[in-house]
C-alpha cells in the first residue's frame, strides 16, 4: 500500500543519502593505514618512554649461573653478583671526569658541577633506567652552558660519553623498542640544535649517531637471541611435560586395553554361572530365581559398559589379541625369546608357586618383559638375571643386568624410554612398590613387590564330644 502525494525517490538523492550513511557527522570518517600506523608509533614511543618514566627499578644482581661464576663460593660470589653496579660507577667516574676537564677552561666549582652533571644520568641507571635517559638528555645542553663555548657541539666530551653509556645501559636493562625510541630523540635532538644555532667549530652529532646505532644495535641482537633462547628453553620444557603426560596416559591406555580382557573373562563367567545355578537346584524358590537373574543382568550390563570403555581407550589401528592375556606361566617362553636375541638370561624362582590374581599375573610378567626389552636396548651383550619370589604377602620381582661388555659391537640405544613409566604405572595401579637405578657394577637393577591379599580360611569348630 502507498502514501498518495509523495514522490519517488531519485539517484541524486539515493546517493546522496548513501554518502551520508557511509560518512558519519562527528566520526572522523575510516581512518588512514598511515594514520592508525603514526597512531600506534606515538603509543609505543608513550609506552616506552613517558608512562611511569621515573619508576623505581633497581638493577638486579647478575646471575651466577655462567661457566666461570658459578665456580665462586663465599664472599667473592656476593661480589661477583654485584660486578655490573661496579661498571656502571667506574663509567660515571669516567664521564664526570670528561665532564670537569673539557677544554682544560674549567676550573673550580663549575667544572666539579659539570663533572656532577655529566655522573647523574650514568648513576641514576642503576635506579630509574627511563628516567636516566631523560636526565642525559637535559643534562646535554647543561654542561654546554657551563662551558659556554662552542667548540665541540652539541655533546660535550662528558656529555658524550655521558649519553653514550646512558643510552647502552638503558638498552640492557629494558627492551630494543626503548633503544630504538631513545636513538630517534636523539637524532632529533641533533638535528634541532644544529639547526637552530648551527655546527660550532666541532661537530659531535655524526660520531654519536654512529656510535649509539652500533653500540645499540649489537644490544638488541644480543637481547633479541637471549629472548629467543628463553623460549625454546620454555617451549622444550612445555615439550617435555606434554610428552610425559601423553607417555603416562598412553601407558595407561595399554594398561586399561589388556586388563579388559581379564574382566571381561570374569563377567562373562558370572553371567554364564548366574544363569545356570538355578537348574542345578531342584524346585527353587522363586526368590533364588530372581536374584541369579539380577546377577545375570547386572554381569552383562557391565560387560556391555565395559566394552564401551575399551571402545572409547582403543586407538585407530588397535587390534583385539586372539590369545589370552600372558601370565607367569609364560614365563619361560618370553625368556626362550629373548634367548633367541642373543641375551643371557638366568630365571630364579623361590617360594610355592600358587596362581595369583590374573591382574597381577599380567602385570608381573609385562614388567619382566619391559625389563628384559629395556637391557636389550640399552645394555647390549651383558647378561640378565630374573628372580620371582612367592611370598606369604605377595609377589617379588627382581631383573638385574650387568655392564655393557667393552666387546660388544652393538651401540646402546641412545635417550631414555617410556618402559620404567610403563612399570610404575603397573606397580601402582596394584599399590606395590618399585625401585629401579643403576648398580655398583655398572648395570641396572629393577625391583618390584606386588601386595597380594591372603585368602582367609573359615575353620569349622569341633564338636563336642
Known amino acids: 500500500m502507498t502514501t498518495a502525494g509523495r514522490a519517488a525517490p531519485t539517484v541524486a538523492d539515493v546517493t546522496e543519502t548513501t554518502q551520508t550513511r557511509t560518512v558519519p557527522s562527528g566520526s572522523g570518517g575510516a581512518r588512514s593505514p598511515e594514520y592508525r600506523l603514526a597512531k600506534d608509533a606515538l603509543s609505543g614511543l608513550r609506552q616506552a618512554l613517558f608512562h611511569d618514566a621515573f619508576a623505581y627499578r633497581p638493577l638486579p644482581p647478575m646471575a651466577m649461573d655462567g661457566p666461570l661464576t658459578r665456580r665462586l663460593t663465599g664472599r667473592s660470589r656476593g661480589h661477583a653478583a654485584r660486578l655490573p653496579h661496579a661498571v656502571v660507577a667506574a663509567v660515571a667516574l669516567i664521564a664526570m671526569f670528561g665532564g670537569s676537564v673539557a677544554d682544560g677552561a674549567l676550573a673550580g666549582p663549575v667544572a666539579l658541577l659539570s663533572g656532577l652533571v655529566c655522573a647523574a644520568p650514568v648513576l641514576a641507571t642503576l635506579f630509574r633506567p627511563v628516567g636516566a635517559f631523560w636526565m642525559s638528555m637535559a643534562a646535554t645542553p647543561l ?7 662552542l667548540g665541540e657541539w652539541p655533546w660535550q666530551p662528558g656529555a658524550f660519553i655521558c649519553h653514550l653509556a646512558v643510552l647502552v645501559i638503558v638498552a640492557i636493562r629494558t627492551r630494543p623498542r626503548t633503544a630504538a625510541w631513545m636513538w630517534v630523540l636523539t637524532a632529533a635532538y641533533a638535528f634541532v640544535v644544529q639547526t637552530l644555532i648551527g655546527d660550532g667549530e666541532f661537530n659531535t652529532s655524526a660520531p654519536m649517531l654512529f656510535l649509539s646505532a652500533l653500540a645499540l644495535l649489537l644490544v638488541a641482537i644480543r637481547q633479541i637471541r637471549r629472548d629467543a633462547r628463553q ?37 562373562s563367567v558370572v553371567a554364564i554361572q548366574a544363569e545356570a545355578a538355578p537348574y542345578r537346584v ?25 566394552r564401551r570403555v575399551l571402545g572409547v581407550v582403543r586407538a585407530e589401528d588397535y587390534e583385539a ?32 608357586v600358587r596362581e595369583l590374581p590374573p591382574g597381577v599375573e599380567l602385570s608381573a610378567y609385562r614388567i619382566v618383559q619391559e625389563a628384559l626389552s629395556n637391557t636389550l636396548r640399552h645394555a647390549p651383550g651383558a647378561s640378565a638375571r630374573v628372580e620371582v619370589s612367592y611370598v606369604l604377602g605377595g609377589l617379588g620381582l627382581r631383573i638385574v643386568n650387568g655392564p655393557v661388555p667393552e666387546t660388544s659391537l652393538v651401540k646402546p640405544s641412545p635417550g631414555a624410554g617410556h618402559g620404567i613409566t610403563g612399570m610404575r604405572e603397573r606397580v601402582s595401579m596394584l599399590n606395590g612398590g618399585m ?30 564330644a
Request: net charge negative.
Open 231 to 267: 623460549e625454546v628453553t620454555a617451549q622444550r620444557t612445555v615439550t617435555a611435560h606434554e610428552r610425559s603426560r601423553r607417555t603416562l596416559l598412553e601407558e595407561r591406555t595399554t594398561i586399561a586395553r589388556e586388563l579388559h580382557d581379564v574382566v571381561a573373562h570374569h563377567m
Open 321 to 352: 589379541p586372539d590369545a589370552p592375556q600372558p601370565t607367569l606361566a609364560d614365563l619361560d617362553a618370553l625368556l626362550a625369546n629373548v634367548r633367541d636375541t642373543g641375551l643371557t638370561v638366568d630365571k630364579a624362582v623361590t617360594g610355592a
Open 282 to 306: 531342584e524346585n527353587p524358590p522363586e526368590e533364588l530365581e530372581r536374584a541369579f537373574a539380577t546377577i545375570r543382568e547386572n554381569a552383562v550390563a557391565a560387560l556391555t559398559e565395559l
Open 143 to 149: 654542561v654546554a652552558l657551563l662551558d659556554g663555548s
Open 435 to 464: 625401585t629401579a637405578g643403576p648398580t655398583g657394577d655398572g648395570g641396572y637393577e629393577v625391583s618390584v613387590f606386588l601386595p597380594v591379599a591372603v585368602p582367609t580360611e573359615t575353620v569349622q569348630p569341633e564338636d563336642d
